[in-house]
């Protein structure tokens, strides 16, 4: 079955200090993978995608994600964390059934950044 | 270009009774999805549709949850009776036409949300 995980509920970080927000997937074939962002009271953004090519790609708001198809994880990352990157951060997966693109979306995660 | 919009932005309302959720996609895209998000968990999905026909409802509780989208653009999903367990979130999105292939890759717009509580 076709999944994402995201292992941590809640991510601490000082502002200032780079972050990690871990993400692994289960999809068969070569997966489309998504990270959005949430803000309180906000629908989801889109922050960044990887389609092909290059393992890192960059997105919204100086965020940047690394892919790793052997680990098969997109390990959300940004040198240096503000506090207004405060938010939940989703990542999610496009796979194709029925004919059709389907996207699922992992429970999220939680990232507080302290001054 | 305009969001995506929904209403209501809240509901509350006893259980047992019937609620209406409203979306408007940005003009153009023919992908529309309701997701349902739970406190605590990510968005499932509902219902998608491509233009006005249903692509995928597996996750569709039918026995209570209905959806339409009639003329292929703006769409309501409608509870009734409602339960305990439906309070969450609605979220409706847009993308570009789902076909396979590279259109994978494309983006989803949210809206802002429908946040229910049922009591």
């Known amino acids: 079955a076709q999944s994402v995980a995201q292992p941590e509920d809640q991510v601490n970080v000082a502002e200032g200090n780079p972050l990690t927000v871990k993400c692994t997937y289960s999809?068969?074939?070569?997966?489309?993978l998504f990270w959005y962002v949430q803000y309180p009271n906000r629908g989801l953004q889109f922050l960044l995608k990887y389609i092909t090519g290059d393992n890192l790609v960059k997105g919204s708001y100086g965020f940047e994600a690394e892919f790793n198809k052997s680990q098969t994880s997109f390990h959300l990352k940004k040198p240096s964390a503000l506090v207004s990157d405060s938010a939940l951060y989703f990542c999610a997966v496009s796979y194709v059934a029925g004919g059709y693109n389907k996207l699922i979306f992992g429970a999220g995660t939680r990232l507080a950044v302290h001054p | 270009e305009a969001g995506v919009a929904q209403s209501p932005r809240y509901k509350i309302i006893e259980k047992r009774q019937s609620v209406a959720f409203w979306c408007n996609p940005i003009s153009g895209h023919a992908t529309l999805y309701w997701y349902q998000q739970i406190l605590g968990q990510g968005p499932k999905l509902l219902i998608q549709f491509q233009n006005n026909g249903v692509v995928d409802d597996s996750q569709l509780p039918k026995d209570r949850f209905s959806a339409e989208r009639l003329k292929g653009v703006d769409s309501t999903l409608k509870i009734q009776p409602a339960k305990l367990e439906d309070s969450a979130v609605y979220l409706c999105a847009s993308s570009l036409a789902q076909w396979t292939g590279g259109s994978g890759a494309n983006v989803l717009t949210f809206g802002a949300g429908s946040r229910l509580t049922v009591l």
């Open positions: 999809v068969s074939g070569n997966p489309y």
